[in-house]
């Protein structure tokens, strides 16, 4: 259903690799094995990895926050997990050796998804309305950023919670007209509910004025100054990984099912291709590479955490983004 035929191709630059050997670079994901996790799996059957001297088992997550950890105390060099929530790990662990190195999400998949046939096709169209929404949904944790920024009236919404396992069934059966969730998650789950596709409306924050990031690879800063060169092959070789499955998704999502042969195949291809649509290739990395960032809307994304976390000290960027072992310009897609 994509895509830019333009994304079959990557300049990378070449990395010398030494002949000796392969540096073990196991690597955290944020959650279970899924449609977005293709890329890496794509990076191991390709020999990504192993061309650029490196040896990676990637290990499934938990959430968001569990990759964060795990490469904070060295137990991964390499992981995989959500900036906003780094960024406050690193404002209550100051001196924790983790650090974001490549930027996959541009746009997060904070999302709201309604159904056209309740009313929800805008953001304003909440008012009046019901809102299903987890207490601890990643998504729901932006509601007052996303609130400030579209000028909604937030008391005329009403916030119903609800248990992620009721989530979707809740707005299928209309007893709620939207829910907050991750768009390729919450989209997909309503759908295959019995909602009709073109009944739903995905509201994605990203679009409406949330300035946040989504997704970023973390590296332990520890590991990295003793290997940078490993770091940065890593980096290539994910990006490697990245490009061929935009290129082609359903020959990527086998990478993927080869590990789990029960896996739904093509609902996780369906998945890849919603998260490459929203939050992966943008225009904004089209126009400037992946892996890199826009210093003045990160800058601004910290301000508009303020909205939803008191930090404990100054927030400096510095502290939770480096571009130091990605190529200059991020990697191009061509």
Not at 108 to 115: K, L, Q
Not at 200 to 205: K, P, R
Not at 219 to 247: H, M, R
């Amino acid at each position: 259903m994509l895509y830019r035929p333009m994304l079959a191709a990557i300049g990378l630059s070449a990395l010398a690799v030494s002949a000796h050997a392969q540096t073990s670079m196991p690597f955290a994901l944020d959650w279970r094995f899924e449609g977005p996790s293709a890329p890496y799996f794509v990076a191991i059957d390709k020999g990504y990895f192993a061309d650029a001297g490196l040896e990676v088992e990637v290990t499934a997550g938990q959430g968001s926050l569990d990759a964060i950890p795990k490469v904070a105390t060295g137990a991964f060099p390499v992981g995989f997990a959500d900036i906003n929530s780094l960024i406050k790990f690193l404002d209550q662990n100051p001196d924790a050796p983790v650090i974001g190195a490549m930027m996959v999400y541009d746009k997060p998949p904070f999302a709201i998804v309604g159904r056209k046939s309740l009313g929800i096709e805008a953001p304003s169209d909440l008012e009046g309305r019901i809102l299903g929404a987890p207490p601890p949904d990643g998504a729901f944790a932006q509601w007052p950023i996303f609130v400030a920024e579209t000028g909604i009236d937030a008391s005329l919404v009403t916030i119903e919670p609800v248990g992620f396992p009721t989530r979707e069934p809740s707005l299928a059966e209309g007893t709620v007209d939207a829910v907050t969730g991750f768009s390729f998650t919450s989209f997909l789950s309503t759908a295959r509910l019995g909602v009709p596709e073109d009944d739903l409306t995905v509201i994605l924050m990203a679009d409406h004025g949330v300035d946040l990031y989504g997704n970023v690879v973390i590296v332990n800063t520890d590991f990295a100054e003793e290997n940078p060169d490993a770091v940065s092959a890593f980096l290539e070789a994910v990006a490697k990984g990245w490009v061929d499955t935009i290129a082609d998704p359903a020959t990527a999502i086998e990478s993927l099912v080869s590990r789990n042969p029960a896996m739904d195949g093509e609902l996780e291809l369906r998945r890849l291709e919603l998260a490459l649509e929203d939050s992966v290739v943008t225009d904004w990395v089209m126009e400037n590479g992946m892996g890199i960032i826009d210093n003045d809307r990160f800058a601004n994304s910290i301000e508009q955490i303020k909205l939803t976390y008191e930090y404990q000290t100054e927030p400096d960027a510095s502290l939770y983004f480096t571009d130091a072992f990605l190529p200059e310009g991020g990697f191009k897609l061509d």
